[in-house]
DNA sequence: GTGAAAGCGCTAACAT
DNA sequence: ATGTTAGCGCTTTCAC
């Protein structure tokens, strides 16, 4: 058999058999590689790869047969190859709770602008909420030799849980890649990871503190769950503000819930119908905010007259309300251009003083607009007013 | 020089310099390897490869301690070797205009929860409207050889640009990858491209028909870039209608623009000012529709009384607006679901009559809220109507 | 059931 | 300025 006029190797396809294509010369599928460049062009491996690295002089002659050579065969590099001979993956991953909840949306929006910039790819991963799936996805970033993890929103407090994050994110950091926490708590000291967070407490006392100042004592929390850290801290805040202007906490005016549409509406309606009585809302996010606007909407309470309502985030839908929502805002996109930036610089560029736990700190700030105002006399009370 | 008690192959370090490690046994900082489990366990690294992808019969005694083996070392697999050996890289990439806004954001929620359940990972990256970037990114997720690349949204109409496209597609298709067209134009039979489409022109049919049928005949067409291929088809559907029923077209009454919030504001402000006569508004799409609907409330025209207003889309704003907006549904997240499936069947499975350019299109239908009605007498004319 | 060895496509020394 | 060559870490025949 002869096997001198064949290529070097034309390897059967995946398949196991060589497709119907005899021996011909131009090989049907196979996708073109540096040494089919190289060959095409006259030239050896190094010099194809110096080309498109443009990190090394090449005679512009040679640089033209080259390019030429690729552009003739279609040639694509293979990116695996390159990351596997050395070079970064060029890969940022981002782990999202939902990539349709504006809160993560903006996020991520920040997270795949800064990566672009830093011409790098983002891989987006949807945890629903598991933080089971959480854990699996980091272990897939890492796979792919990420270089750094980008871990929105808030996190469950679970202790275990946590153990299992601080032992990925101690993995990942001896490969050189960086988890960040965006939006989430510290794993400790300890842990090499990287933050990036925002006054989660502090704008909840803050906003809090601007219910009591229109005059109002009894406000209802409502929403967030209780296991989440985001929740727990705008609680926090939102109670040390009462605590400061001496108000005493009523239990039932802590409702908290989903972060979600579904339960502001259900639960405001039902606190509307037969709850304690308040005089202003303050919703754990906006999204809740615009479910109890709406049962407020179908019992006839009117914003701000009836009740104020306030909420947290400042997503569009604060805006499309009417009134529209005063909230706080929360510098979403920019956390997740720092988060990307925070990760990069602290193992790409040089050591300058390597934070390996760092945590970058975004402020707060309240915006007001319509739907909160001085409490009137009249409090609707139980009963649909005016509905029916 | 003795080199039979070393490490097989104890390269130095990527910074081209041994690090302070003299010659231990335990390598400090390198990532552990196939080889370091094989050796660890006692075994060969072809059987650490059938521990991990569990595709080969292996004794359970053996599997144990390759697992143990992989526990201690704290081993995790290389992704890109992995496809570089031959593997698929398990991933799907998609390119979308905006992430943030919720049209794409739905369909890659569609398209990641796709890819996840098929055990991949999703690359994604944002135009920002930009042909060339996607073109750059499509380019970028071919190097990474992704299984397919969903390209979403209207396309711009440009004669190059279109070609370019059918060259990258091609170059995709040869390498065993698919592009998919998730809701713009096929490029062509000859392009072997796969698409999910929804009835664009069907659906503004539809929804001027429902108008029309309300009694309107002087509707505004509002908003949408003419140059792109989302927006020319909703175009032709209301004109189809109009022409249908008999109702002259006035080309006063289309006004394209961009598909946002602020040309919706900012041109039905104009209009309302100094514009030609109407009684309802056909917004290009929900977003259109909500700056629209804010021009008409400052301007103290009510809807549905004064006027009617309907969008395209069927976002989550469209329920947000008071009074709710009436608009055309489209199946946002199944057509991303569709678009990783029908690109993963059409070259993963066995060929079983492989549609290598097949194009599978998805219904739209009205939604009807409470934006639009009949047309009261007294239209509001010129002037700021109630305002000041 | 397990091992040996040949690549996958590219980059980066080290020569020339 | 350009060529040679040795891997990067994994999968996969082909032997045993």
């Known amino acids: 058999m002869d096997r001198m006029s064949r290529q070097s190797s034309t390897a059967p396809g995946p398949d196991g058999e060589v497709q119907g294509d005899g021996q011909g010369e131009r090989s049907g599928q196979r996708r073109a590689t540096v040494v089919d460049v190289a ?21 512009a002659a040679t640089r033209e047969r080259v390019e030429a050579a690729m552009r003739e065969l279609g040639y694509v590099v293979n990116a695996h190859a390159r990351a596997l001979a050395g070079a970064s993956g060029r890969t940022v991953g981002i782990i999202v709770g939902e990539l349709i909840d504006p809160f993560y949306a903006y996020i991520a929006r920040g997270v795949e602008r800064e990566a672009t910039a830093g011409d790098r790819l983002c891989l987006v991963c949807c945890t629903q909420g598991d933080p089971q ?49 965006c939006g989430r708590p510290s794993l400790g000291e300890d842990v090499p990871t990287v933050g990036v967070e925002y006054d989660n407490e502090g704008g909840a006392f803050a906003i809090t503190d601007h219910l009591i100042t229109q005059g109002h004592e009894r406000i209802l929390y409502l929403g967030g769950p209780p296991g989440l850290s985001t ?33 502001g509406h259900r639960r405001m309606a ?37 009740m104020s309502l306030v909420g947290y985030d400042d997503i569009p ?42 945590t970058l700190r975004l402020g707060t700030h309240i915006v007001v607009r319509e739907s909160a105002g001085p409490p009137r006399g009249g409090f609707p009370g139980s009963g649909r007013a005016r509905r029916g």
Chains 1, 2 share one sequence.
Do not use: C
Request: hydrophobic content about 45%; proline content about 4%; charged content about 30%.
């Open 39 to 59: 060959r095409r062009a006259g030239v050896s491996t190094a010099t194809v790869s110096r080309v498109m690295n443009r990190n090394y002089p090449v005679a």
């Open 317 to 358: 839908v604060a805006q499309e309300l009417r009134p529209r929502l005063t909230t706080v805002r929360i510098p979403l996109e920019e956390m997740g251009r720092q988060a990307v930036r925070v990760a990069l610089n602290g193992g790409d560029e040089d050591d300058w003083r390597a934070p390996t736990t760092g």
């Open 231 to 263: 929740a727990r801290d705008r609680l926090a805040g939102h109670r040390r503000a009462l605590e400061l202007r001496g108000i005493r906490r009523d239990p039932l005016l802590e409702q908290p819930g989903a972060f979600s549409r579904a339960f």
């Open 133 to 181: 799936r959480e854990l699996a996805f980091i272990e897939l970033m890492h796979e792919r030799r990420a270089d750094a993890v980008v871990l929105v929103g808030g996190s469950v407090e679970d202790r275990a849980y946590k153990a299992e994050l601080a032992r990925r994110a101690s993995e990942l950091d001896a490969g050189g890649s960086k988890l960040v926490l």
């Open 270 to 306: 039902e606190l509307l119908r037969e709850g304690p009585e308040f005089t202003a809302v303050f919703a754990a996010n906006d999204i809740v905010a615009a479910g109890a606007a709406q049962a407020m909407e179908e019992a006839g309470v009117r914003i701000p007259q009836d």
